[in-house]
């Protein structure tokens, strides 16, 4: 089993460009997220989904948007990059709400925004 | 608000013994838990607690006081490969994780 994947590792945008960020899981998880990590700050849940179709803001949702059309894929959109948009980001897994806090995550894509 | 309160950076010498305070404050409560980060790489999760007391697993405990808002994890036999970013994360009563900053634990020969 692979886990959680990311794609892409990497990424260098110049400030309105858009991108998407891929994330699957083949845990067969219903629950997926996606965090921002930044220097000094702990990890910030940017939007997240409880299920197939559906989708749900987090703590820091502005300048994202997020689909899941299918389970095992969560997706995370930028339409219009900026440079506070620099970060790290990690998409994570779980199997339900009681066990939201043992999350599984993918090994992160780093975005730089110019 | 909701907060989570750990050192930024520890130092300790490879063979001994560390401990890595974390104080919380979150509406309600559902668990208190740590992960690991390497420089580079995603969080991996370490422990667990909802109960007060000391959870044991190999040269890793972590220990929960609700009463206080407090909680640690000890790492015995310290081994270059445990230096890391360790992550203190509380859940509130909505099952919402609230991260802590992280502790840079650097160990030493």
């Known amino acids: 089993n692979a886990g959680v994947t990311q794609t892409p590792k990497f990424r260098v945008l110049k400030t309105g460009q858009s991108m998407t960020l891929l994330c699957a899981q083949d845990m067969n998880h219903e629950y997926m997220y996606w965090y921002r990590q930044d220097p000094g700050m702990g990890l910030r849940l940017i939007h997240y989904?409880?299920?197939?179709?559906?989708?749900a803001k987090g703590e820091v949702p502005d300048g994202y948007n997020v689909s899941r059309l299918k389970k095992q894929n969560f997706l995370l959109g930028l339409e219009s990059a900026a440079p506070s948009q620099t970060s790290v980001y990690f998409c994570a897994s779980s199997q339900g709400q009681r066990e939201t806090g043992e999350l599984f995550f993918g090994e992160g894509s780093r975005l730089t925004v110019l | 608000g909701q907060n989570i309160d750990q050192p930024t950076e520890m130092t300790a010498t490879e063979g001994a013994i560390v401990q890595i305070n974390c104080t919380y404050q979150t509406s309600g409560f559902n668990g208190l838990f740590w992960y690991q980060q390497h420089a580079g790489e995603a969080p991996t999760f370490l422990s667990y607690?909802?109960l007060d007391g000391l959870e044991e697993k190999g040269r890793f405990s972590s220990f929960l006081s609700r009463s206080k808002g407090y909680s640690y994890l000890l790492l015995k036999e310290l081994q270059m490969k445990d230096s890391a970013s360790y992550l203190c994360?509380?859940?509130?009563?909505?099952?919402?994780?609230?991260w802590g900053a992280g502790t840079k634990l650097i160990i030493k020969p």
């Open positions: 989904s409880v299920g197939e179709g559906t989708t």
């Open positions: 607690n909802v």
């Open positions: 994360v509380s859940m509130d009563s909505n099952y919402q994780l609230i």
